[in-house]
Nanobody
Framework: QEGPVESGGDSVQAGGSLRLSCDAS????????MGWFRQAPGKEREGVAF????????YYVDSVKGRFTITQDTTMNTLDLQINSLKSKDTAMYYC????????????????????WGRGAQVTVSS
């Protein structure tokens, strides 16, 4: 394994919760700039939550604030995404992404800013 590897995808009922995990233990580059993206069928891949340790903080897009929580463990081997109050519109393939930069002082919000990606974890929300 060299790139990030996602796990935890599942089919859940609306209103439920899910925790996605990204294993970055085999990633050979700094893990200071990482994020979670998602892609629903027929839609563009969109970023939802990011960590940028240069500033030691996290960033969420408005559509997920209050429901999504991104956490990175102290070893920086895992990057988790807790999703609460799941909605049908959360149905998507979720991807963990990483930049090779040593430091990030701002969240990298665009897909093109990331060099390395996992294969994705499917989240399906049924009502």
């Amino acid at each position: 394994q060299e790139g990030p590897v996602e796990s935890g995808g599942d089919s859940v009922q609306a209103g439920g919760s899910l925790r996605l995990s990204c294993d970055a233990s085999g990633y050979p580059y700094p893990r200071n700039c990482m994020g979670w993206f998602r892609q629903a069928p027929g839609k563009e891949r969109e970023g939802v939550a990011f960590v940028y340790t240069g500033a030691g903080t996290k960033y969420y897009v408005d559509s997920v604030k209050g429901r999504f929580t991104i956490t990175q463990d102290t070893t920086m081997n895992t990057l988790d995404l807790q999703i609460n109050s799941l909605k049908s519109k959360d149905t998507a393939m979720y991807y963990c992404a990483a930049r090779r930069a040593w430091t990030c002082w701002a969240p990298a919000l665009e897909r093109d800013e990331y060099e390395d990606w996992g294969r994705g974890a499917q989240v399906t929300v049924s009502s």
